[in-house]
């Protein structure tokens, strides 16, 4: 690689991130390297003061900075996506406007660690967790002594445990983005499933982001969980699709689970059509997706959904 040429693209996306902005960006223009980055900052025509900060950075950093401002608010989806499609490096970083890194060496260390191993496709660290006022709370992400996943491990995780500020990849995904990753609710799954396709994925237990977690929106209405709860069975059945059974025997188990749990658990909120239709659709992704039908079972799921009173007055006897 040449000495002018970009190695890393750091993506930076920007919406109402005043408070924390600037730290942001004081922790990427810290790293210490010995190779050329740019800083892609994609800010989505904030209503609070973000679009100054950044503005003083670009012109104070011409030269590594390169906003995209976008003049009105398209979303978080199409702003992602317009700010890779940016991104001229050899390897991209991610760090969302109000996260930040905590080390001068993370670039290095972590491009240092693909370029000598081009089997694995992502690298991602440990990484702190901070409310607000930058306090620390307890993480959200695994603690364990892995290293080394593939996309299994993705499928079987209960949560996201990938910091998405600690992450650097290759820069090989393609523009447009696949539909899967485009029209994903959770565009860090749709991520991390497209590069355990690519390779494998390495995990360096050193803490070298901060995540932040906001009060508002922490906790949702039965809705939400609900839309949610369906948005995560769609972007599963489709990363499925655009794989093209490459990854069966690790989707068609987990998708069948996930139609089970709909069926029975995400239907009970839900009254008259809105829950038959739910009824009918996650039916037929347990018969889709059922390596065999076990009639005892089917049976058992019916009776709850439609007739619960046999099996309360089967229990009472």
């Keep these: 690689m040449k000495a002018d040429e970009i190695m890393v693209s750091v993506c930076v996306l920007v919406y109402n991130h005043e408070k924390f902005i600037t730290q942001a ?173 690519k390779g494998k994925i390495k995990k360096l237990n050193t803490k070298t982001s901060a995540y932040r977690v906001h009060s508002g929106g922490i906790t949702k209405s039965a809705y939400q969980l609900e839309h949610a709860f369906n948005a995560q069975f769609g972007l599963y059945e489709a990363a499925h699709q655009y794989f093209n059974d490459k990854h069966a025997t690790l989707f068609r188990p987990q998708l069948f689970k996930m139609s089970k749990t709909r069926l029975i658990y995400g239907t009970k909120s839900l009254m008259g059509m809105k829950r038959q239709k739910q009824i009918l659709k996650y039916i037929r992704k347990y018969f889709k997706y059922a390596d065999s039908i076990n009639l005892k079972e089917v049976f058992y799921y019916l009776t709850i959904l439609y007739f619960p009173f046999l099996l309360r007055k089967s229990k009472s006897k």
Aim: charged share 25%; aromatic share 10%.
């Design 25 to 197: 960006l004081e922790g990427i223009l810290a790293q210490e390297c010995n190779f050329r980055y740019e800083v892609i900052i994609g800010e989505d025509c904030s209503t609070d003061g973000s679009r100054k900060i950044v503005e003083k950075f670009a012109a104070r950093y011409p030269e590594i900075i390169k906003p995209i401002l976008q003049q009105q608010n398209v979303g978080a989806r199409i702003n992602c996506a317009q700010s890779l499609a940016a991104c001229t490096g050899k390897y991209i970083a991610m760090c969302e406007g109000d996260d930040y890194w905590m080390v001068s060496n993370k670039l290095q260390m972590q491009v240092d660690f693909l370029e000598a191993n081009p089997d694995y496709s992502l690298c991602f660290t440990d990484a702190i967790v901070v409310d607000e006022n930058g306090s620390e709370i307890p993480t959200l992400f695994r603690t364990d002594d892995e290293t080394v996943f593939g996309m299994k491990d993705i499928l079987d995780a209960d949560i996201v445990f990938i910091p998405t500020a600690s992450m650097v990849f290759p820069n090989i995904l393609p523009n447009p983005l696949p539909k899967f990753m485009a029209e994903a609710m959770s565009g860090d799954i749709a991520m991390h499933f497209f590069f355990a396709d």
